[in-house]
Every structure is written in C-alpha cells, then in structure tokens.
C-alpha cells in the first residue's frame, strides 16, 4: 500500500502563501487520484482540492477556487498543494489522500479515500 507523508506547513500572515508537498513511497503515484483535505478541531475533515492520476482534472472547493493549485509530478511520486492569499480562516491541519483508481476522476469525499498522511498544521495569522 502507499504512504504518505505531508510538509511545508506553518505560520504565515494573512495574504501570504505556502506550498504544501506530499511525498508517495510504496508505490507508483501514477495509479492513484489524490486529494488534500483540512481539518480544524471543531469541524469534521473537510475537502479542498483534487487531481486525477495524470494531472488532467482538477477540482477545487469553493471556499480556495482561484486562490490554492493542486499539481503533481509523478516522476517524483509527489502532490503538491499551492495556497496563495491565505486567510485566517484557511488555519488548519491539511492532509493529503490517495485512491488507488484506472480511471481519470476526481474524488471529494472523505470516504473514497482508504490512504491518508499524517497531517501538516498551517497557521495563518491575522
């Protein structure tokens, strides 16, 4: 199975911007859809962005359209996850998920995805 691990979290001041990566080992990333999704401590884990296993389709939820990119390389097995214009509101626990899939989908719920980081905190100050 795949594992993943999540970096490039931290503190920024509100406007600023952080590129979060997610690295793949176990397995080739080109046979699985990902996602990242956010976490606070009162809200249920909520998604913001997804990639096909090739990179051709993206999807954003409407709270970070326009201000965060999902991409990917998968010659180096990573998700990356650039988030400009941050606000207050995008302080979070961001993890990132894979599905292993033969399609070209998206996936935005929590339950298509079985693999899962650990998790890197961003902090976005007033």
């Known amino acids: 199975q795949v594992q993943l691990v999540e970096s490039g979290g931290g503190l920024v001041q509100a406007g600023g911007s952080l590129r979060l990566s997610c690295v793949a080992s176990?397995?080739?990333?080109?046979?699985?859809?990902m996602g990242w999704f956010r976490q606070t401590p009162d809200k249920e884990r909520e998604f913001v962005a997804a990639?096909?296993?090739?990179?051709?389709?993206?999807y954003y939820a409407d709270s970070v359209k326009g201000r965060f990119t999902i991409s990917r390389d998968n010659g180096k097995n990573t998700v990356y996850l650039q988030m400009n214009s941050l606000k207050p509101d995008d302080t979070a626990v961001y993890y990132c998920?894979?599905?292993?899939?033969?399609?070209?989908?998206?996936?935005?719920?929590?339950?298509?995805?079985?693999?899962w980081g650990q998790g890197t905190q961003v902090t976005v100050s007033s």
């Open positions: 990639i096909s296993r090739t990179g051709g389709t993206t």
């Open positions: 176990g397995r080739t990333l080109n046979t699985y859809a």
């Open positions: 998920a894979a599905r292993q899939t033969l399609g070209i989908g998206v996936f935005s719920g929590r339950s298509d995805y079985p693999y």
